[in-house]
């Protein structure tokens, strides 16, 4: 089983390492690319604080192995800070706490193979 690392291609540390923050957000644009060899078939963010999963982004949809994707979140979201989780084809997912969604907004977010 390979592990997957969720990488902020132009801010990296910045987007997944940065502290909490606490401002209510408009909307959020990324684009989400798989580089993976396996399908990404769900995607969730939490609040750290909770250990409870929101709804999946992708809905019905999924994100075939170099495929990439325009993902709008315009609900509000009452903080920056989010933990994502990435579910694959092959049953595999992979979890990146703390990631910053105010800085990552208008970047590209790359889930790559280790």
Known sequence: MRIRSLVAALAASAAL???AASAQTESIDFTL?????????ALFISLPSTNEWEEDIFGADVLGSGESI???IDDGLPECVYDIRADFSDGDSVQV???????????ELAINED
Do not use: K, Q, R, Y
């Open 97 to 107: 706490a703390e990631v910053n969604f105010c800085e990552l907004d208008g970047e």
């Open 33 to 41: 690319t798989n580089n993976t060899e396996h399908v990404l078939t």
């Open 70 to 72: 325009d993902i709008s």
């Open 17 to 19: 390492l940065a502290p």
